[in-house]
């Protein structure tokens, strides 16, 4: 199953509502789940991003209407990388 990677700032009303964000992730992985994903990791971090999270979904369809229904919501704002795992790495770059 493809991988993404999703970069998050929190928005003004996220950060409004805060101590819901756990809730929030929560249902964000119900959410994704429901789609045929998965959510592998979260991290808050420090810098131009709140959060990161590492998640799975069928394909890039699936990929844009979770970060659809995430932004919405208004919490957030996302950025989403289609991630490659190294073999697909290597073979790529063996294909040059």
């Known amino acids: 199953m493809p991988t993404y990677i ?11 509502s805060i101590g819901d964000s ?21 991290f808050m971090t420090m810098g131009d991003y709140d ?8 394909d890039d369809a ?12 208004g919490h957030v704002r996302t950025t989403s990388m289609k991630a490659f795992p190294e073999e697909a790495y290597r073979q790529i770059v063996a294909s040059i």
Do not use: H, N
């Not at 959060?51 to 069928?58: H, S």
């Open 6 to 16: 999703m970069l998050a700032k929190w928005t003004d009303q996220g950060l409004r």
């Open 51 to 58: 959060l990161v999270a590492v998640y799975e979904a069928p």
């Open 62 to 73: 699936v990929c844009a209407r979770f970060t659809l229904m995430l932004g919405r919501q």
């Open 22 to 42: 756990p809730k929030r992730l929560d249902a964000a992985r119900k959410g994704l789940a429901e789609m045929g994903g998965q959510i592998r990791s979260v």
